[in-house]
């Protein structure tokens, strides 16, 4: 599934070829299911002759402004949603390309904006969703309306406090890779980013919130702003990412790959899988220890507390040097 970094990409894409510029007409094909709450045809009706003036992210959702009366897109990938440029590759998961002469209009879309770049030339802006697990929707203030107005904080744009964020955390009885994915508590974060997020933090996925102890919590408030800014400044390109991240290495459940992750102290990590929320998890045996009522947090973890809180790097996570600290984050 599509995550933050995805959609963020995807709202750069249209401001990249559609600020400023008018939506000639919109081409739909009919789906009762991902048009959500309106026909294909009135979708097309509302946004046609109008001018993009923004796309803006928050979630998983991206919404395209608009100028003039009328409601605005708002769009939600689902599973398998992506953006298609004619005549561009379109970037996927795991650095794979569309092929930029694949058949056009192309398979699966719902919707093409032809934005006008002249008199008599369009760039062609298709929205295609495979397993229809998308939604398209029109809204007059998307973040004030649902689904927006019913996300969680955005670790790009709204990532709390940590005083906050630990009051929240400690409350809740799930697991907690369970209660990032919930996005009512952190909109955007999907599989593969809070693996992430976990294996950085040294946080097995089956951990109770309530179990957690304070530098835990540090750790992951840390590691949910850092991991997703990496992501977005890498335009979700995978390869872009740090190689020691296990995003490489995740993939591989149920194959008879050899492993060959190493953690930073270059010993061999173990990668394996358990399922939590009725997800699956991957995470490394060897730094994401489960979770003993009876085994209290060692000395170590304590002095590592102390230190976190006065800006050091937490042990599990070596910092490519492209990437600034988190705290030049703003709210972070």
């Not at 408030?221 to 190689?243: G, L, M």
């Not at 929320?277 to 995470?283: C, L, M, N, V």
């Amino acid at each position: 599934m599509p995550e933050l970094p995805e959609v963020e990409r995807a709202a750069s894409l249209v401001r990249s070829i559609g600020k400023g510029r008018v939506i000639h007409h919109v081409d739909t094909s009919e789906d009762q299911l991902v048009f959500s709450g309106l026909s294909h045809r009135d979708f097309a009706m509302e946004i046609s002759g109008r001018t993009i003036t923004d796309a803006a992210r928050c979630g998983k959702c991206f919404y395209i402004q608009l100028d003039g009366n009328g409601r605005m897109p708002v769009l939600h990938f689902g599973m398998t949603g992506m953006l298609k440029v004619r005549g561009r590759p379109t970037p996927q998961y795991k650095s794979t390309f569309g092929n930029s002469a694949d058949a056009w209009p192309p398979r699966f879309f719902k919707f093409i904006l032809f934005i006008q770049e002249s008199d008599s030339c369009f760039t062609e802006l298709a929205f295609c969703d495979a397993r229809r697990l998308g939604r398209i929707r029109l809204a007059s203030s998307p973040l004030s309306e649902p689904p927006i107005s019913d996300l969680g904080f955005d670790p790009i744009l709204s990532m709390p406090s940590f005083r906050d964020f630990h009051s929240t955390v400690s409350k809740r009885l799930c697991p907690i890779k369970a209660l990032l994915l919930d996005q009512s508590f952190s909109a955007g974060i999907g599989n593969y980013l809070a693996d992430e997020i976990l294996y950085q933090a040294q946080v097995h996925p089956e951990q109770r919130c309530n179990t957690l102890d304070e530098s835990q919590v540090i750790a992951l408030h840390h590691q949910i702003a850092d991991v997703c800014r990496i992501t977005v400044e890498a335009n979700a390109d995978d390869a872009k990412y740090p190689d020691h991240w296990i995003f490489h290495h995740r993939w591989g459940k149920g194959k008879k790959a050899k492993q060959t992750m190493r953690l930073p102290s270059g010993e061999p990590a173990t990668v394996k899988w358990v399922s939590v929320g009725g997800r699956t998890s991957a995470y490394v045996a060897e730094v994401q220890k489960p979770f003993s009522k009876h085994r209290g947090p060692d000395e170590r973890t304590r002095d590592t507390s102390m230190a976190y809180r006065n800006g050091a790097q937490h042990p599990g996570f070596r910092r490519s040097k492209r990437h600034r600290p988190a705290c030049d984050i703003p709210g972070a």
